[in-house]
């Protein structure tokens, strides 16, 4: 069974090597020659169009940039693709644009099923991380088998088309504000001669993300009547931050805006309730 895959970034040409090292025969195209063209040594078969390179294969994935580049990728592999082919996109792309994909390519007579990943270039050369699927349950059983030796772990999130999109850009929002806000800790740490090392040892002691199922809860259920910590005292101290780091010309990402929704928040009233009010807005 020949198998397509175009992209060749970081996570594209890993996924390609860890299909060669199975023995499978693969078919890649890049828009950049040469970085197609550095895997032929691994065995892959390199076409300089992606209409070329899909051609006979049952199964093209791919890993580009956006949803544009899916659809000029895609557009140009079109004329190459086989009757009933199956197309598998690992690109992080919008909710909408993955429904729009199935649609269209179903009513062109192919399939289209979009499967995101939680997995950077060593996981997809080893076979470990998340791959998300929703849709079709017929189509995602059929491809499940292929798809469990890319992955660790193929999670499925039922028949709702754009529901793996929109699960994966839900996670990379959770990692681009974890990383912004340990960003500003870190900027605290150095304003107050404390290292990275000595923060990383208070936080294996005390584990803040063994708080984040309750806190989700807490923040989800729209009760913020009991505090554990007033909104007006972590407004306090959120100023001690900004302080302390501005005082030594640090920078910081996020706490200014987080302290800005915090005065917003107090000033309808609710700085008595529990401080995770500042997302109510965003739950009601």
């Known amino acids: ?50 209409a070329d390179a899909v051609k006979g294969a049952e199964y093209i994935h791919l890993t580009v940039k ?15 693709l086989q009757p ?9 792309t919008t909710a909408d644009g993955a429904r729009q994909r199935t649609k269209e390519w179903k009513d062109n007579g192919f399939t289209y099923l979009h499967a995101p990943v939680f997995m950077g270039p060593a996981n997809a050369r080893e076979g470990s991380g998340y791959m998300l699927v929703s849709g079709d349950q017929a189509v995602v059983e059929k491809v499940k088998p292929l798809l469990d030796k890319m992955t660790g772990k193929v999670i499925n999130l039922g028949p709702e088309e754009g529901k793996a999109a929109g699960m994966k850009l839900i996670g990379n929002s959770f990692l681009v504000a974890f990383v912004a806000g340990l960003s500003d800790t870190l900027s605290l740490g150095k304003a107050l001669d404390i290292s990275a090392q000595d923060i990383g040892s208070l936080f294996d002691i005390w584990n803040p993300a063994q708080m984040l199922a309750t806190r989700l809860q807490r923040m989800s259920s ?18 001690i931050f900004i302080d302390t780091v501005k005082g030594k010309n640090g920078t910081l990402t996020v706490l200014p805006a987080i302290a800005a929704q915090m005065d917003k928040m107090i000033g309808e009233g609710f700085g008595a309730s529990d401080w995770t009010v500042i997302s109510k807005d965003a739950v009601s």
Not at 66 to 80: C, F, I, R, Y
Request: overall charge negative; charged content about 20%.
């Open 1 to 50: 069974m020949a198998r397509a895959f175009l992209g060749m970034g970081l996570l594209g040409a890993n996924f390609v090597k860890a299909m060669l090292d199975k023995g499978e025969k693969v078919q890649i195209w890049n828009r950049s020659p040469e970085r197609a063209q550095a895997l032929a040594s691994f065995g892959a078969t390199v076409f300089t169009s992606a």
């Open 66 to 80: 956006d949803d544009a580049a899916v659809n000029e990728v895609l557009a140009a592999a079109a004329p190459g």
């Open 84 to 92: 009933g082919a199956v197309i598998i996109d690992h690109t992080t």
């Open 222 to 239: 729209g009760d913020y009547s009991k505090a554990s910590w007033e909104l007006n005292m972590a407004r306090k101290d959120t100023q």
